[in-house]
């Protein structure tokens, strides 16, 4: 049996649950991924950074996690308030490619932004394209069952039947007669009985170029039976864990519950998880608002509202300094301000590792050695409450000035004990790099910088044992009229800085 005491939302019940898997010692994760039909933005890191840190956790307490994330590469309908269209169909004609084109293209995309976010990659990453046998075997199960219905060769999704014996809404919290006032009239809607119906299959018009043959004729699936499918197909037909952004509780959610338990006779999910939206002007990013920012403009600094361009590592903690079910508002200040303290936290984290204690057994300053110890403990019980990863970010910016006051001697090397200074590294490299998969700053950017100012420093020590004060001062003195600081330390080594 694990023991660990991992609680945290289920959006399904509104409440702080336990968490218990249902084969012991083994997690099936799933978490819609991105629609490939163009590049990613800043609002969808959100849920990929939130699960990634959601997976690592559950690893850190021993869990073999299977991760689950699909690419929508086909099929993917805007049901609520606008019009039904595929958007990976539609986008390959705006561009003029093949949609397989189109597809590899902004995948690719997708897999080098979350290589740059340090995001672990799913042990699966199924397409819609290639589960289309899947797809059809589940609608055609659920027309055997009488809660789908064919019309011209779509079939629809019978929502009215399905809420007269299970709860329709409960999972975004809609009551059906809400849902039909706020739903316009859509593409398909003479063909649906009601409404709220919501497509399974689509015929595919004679200009459509994504297609595949079905017993109802030529289509291609709707957006939510991927999900459905794939994620029965891999993780079983109940599983552990569905994440998501909040934006898919209604209509992708609620959809694929009433798909799945009709299919295989009972809900599929046991923990829904969702992510808040990240804002901007306190309104949701999302292309259909138009106010999104890419993550190759947040990386490179190319967009007007953008004062410089964010390292991939700043983007992560900025996101992860705020709890997961807490909205976000996006402001430069605030990824300043997050580059500023990643960096401060990167730096007392190398620095701790690298520090040797004098090796006393008892603390020197009993106090703050309990202090200490109380303050790593909490970063466990924080990850436990819900995944809060703002609170362990924020002890650990307690622990930084002890480590520093250590180093620059205004903490005595002996006050904390030999024990509790072995936590303390084992504190920061567990939470700082694994749990919350931060990574040094400057590497992405800087590396070839690195390497040459390590070579400058290199012959500057060597000109100092030569007694070459001359090339010494030269090589510090004009590094400093292009903005790199060196500084001599105590024992030997040289570090920099850059204004
Ligand atoms: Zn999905």
Redesign the pocket.
């Known amino acids: 049996m694990m023991t660990h005491d991992l609680h945290f939302y289920n959006s399904y019940t509104r409440q702080k649950e336990k968490f218990e898997s249902i084969t012991p010692g083994h997690v099936g994760l799933y978490v819609?991924g991105p629609t490939v039909s163009g590049e990613s933005h800043l609002g969808h890191a959100r849920p990929y950074i939130t699960f990634d840190v959601v997976q690592r956790y559950l690893r850190h307490l021993g869990y073999k996690v299977r991760y689950v994330r699909?690419i929508t590469d086909a099929g993917h309908f805007e049901e609520e308030g606008r019009d039904a269209i595929d958007k990976v169909n539609e986008k390959a004609k705006l561009e003029k490619m093949e949609p397989m084109e189109m597809v590899h293209k902004y995948t690719n995309l997708f897999h080098h932004g979350m290589r740059l976010f340090n995001n672990d990659d799913p042990a699966i990453e199924p397409t819609a394209t290639g589960h289309i046998i899947e797809q059809i075997s589940m609608i055609e199960t659920i027309i055997e069952r009488g809660y789908a219905y064919e019309v011209n060769g779509s079939v629809y999704f019978d929502v009215n039947k399905y809420a007269e014996g299970y709860p329709y809404g409960k999972l975004s919290g809609r009551i059906l007669e809400d849902q039909l006032e706020t739903t316009r009239e859509l593409d398909g809607q003479d063909e649906k009985r009601n409404k709220a119906d919501f497509a399974l299959w689509k015929k595919a018009p004679p200009e459509h170029l994504m297609r595949w043959k079905s017993p109802w004729g030529e289509g291609f699936p709707g957006w939510?039976i991927?999900?459905s499918a794939m994620s029965s197909k891999y993780l079983g037909e109940v599983f552990d864990i569905h994440g998501?952004g909040m934006d898919?509780q209604f209509p992708?959610?609620e959809s694929?519950i009433a798909q799945s338990t009709i299919a295989h006779g009972h809900a599929p999910v046991r923990y829904w998880m969702h992510n808040n939206m990240i804002t901007i002007n306190g309104k949701k990013m999302g292309k259909s608002y138009n106010n999104f920012i890419t993550l190759s403009q947040l990386f490179s600094g190319d967009h007007p509202v953008l004062e410089q361009a964010y390292h991939p590592m700043v983007v992560r903690f900025y996101i992860l300094q705020t709890h997961y079910r807490s909205t976000l508002d996006f402001s430069n200040e605030a990824l300043q301000a997050s580059e500023k303290a990643a960096r401060r936290l990167w730096e007392a984290h190398e620095l701790v590792q690298k520090m040797v204690h004098p090796g006393n057994d008892t603390a020197g300053d009993p106090k703050l050695d309990e202090q200490v110890n109380t303050w790593m403990r909490e970063c466990t019980e924080f990850m436990n409450d819900d995944f809060n990863t703002a609170k362990v970010i924020a002890n650990l910016f307690e622990l930084t000035p002890v480590i520093n006051g250590i180093k620059g001697g205004q903490v005595k090397a002996g006050a904390l004990s030999a024990a509790t200074f072995a936590l303390l590294k084992v504190t920061f490299k567990v939470f700082l790099e694994d749990i919350l998969g931060m990574q040094a700053l400057q590497v992405a950017q800087n590396n070839k910088m690195d390497q040459v100012l390590s070579l400058l420093i290199e012959i500057r020590a060597d000109a100092k044992k030569r007694k070459d004060f001359a090339t010494s001062d030269q090589i510090r003195n004009k590094l400093a009229e292009n903005g790199v600081l060196l500084k001599d330390e105590k024992d030997g080594t040289v570090s920099y800085s850059i204004e």
Do not use: A, D, I
Request: proline share 0%.
């Open positions: 819609c699909n939510h991927e999900c998501g898919l992708h959610h694929e």
